[in-house]
């Protein structure tokens, strides 16, 4: 994105690591791990949830950078595109779509093309599925 994005708040940070954690294939506890290190994001808690390991590791990144550009050069690495070439763009499509979900409570949208936009911010949950299936 190129600008400091500010810090996310944890309600939305849970919610966008659930919905990593729960990526069926090509996101293991290893790929995690691999991609917090690549990121040089600290993982204080490696032995627990997918999900929660996310949640300790990047907000704990978060609190001692002042903002959350750290986060999302992990998500973007993560789910890059190219990472789901054998399973398909709907499959794709289903990982953008859940991410973009919570993202949206923060004005962000994470793209098919693996780049971030500004987005107008979502106020209920109707509107946040409205935006992510809008891909």
């Not at 959350?68 to 789910?79: H, P, R």
């Not at 779509?97 to 919570?102: G, L, W």
Request: net charge positive; glycine share 6%.
């Amino acid at each position: 994105m190129g600008k400091t994005i500010n810090k996310i708040p944890p309600h939305v940070l849970e919610a966008i690591c659930r919905a990593l954690g729960s990526i069926r294939d090509g996101l293991s506890g290893t790929d995690i791990n691999k991609y917090l290190n690549d990121c040089k994001i600290d993982n204080p808690t490696p032995d627990i949830t997918k999900w929660k390991r996310m949640v300790n590791a990047l907000d704990q990144k978060q609190h001692y950078a002042g903002n959350s550009n750290d986060i999302l050069k992990f998500i973007q690495l993560s789910i890059h595109p190219s990472r789901f070439l054998a399973f398909g763009p709907d499959y794709f499509s289903e990982i953008v779509t859940s991410v973009n979900q919570p993202l949206s409570f923060i004005g962000l949208e994470y793209g098919t093309d693996g780049k971030f936009r500004n987005i107008v911010v979502s106020k209920t949950i109707d509107d946040a599925q409205k935006r992510a299936n809008t891909l």
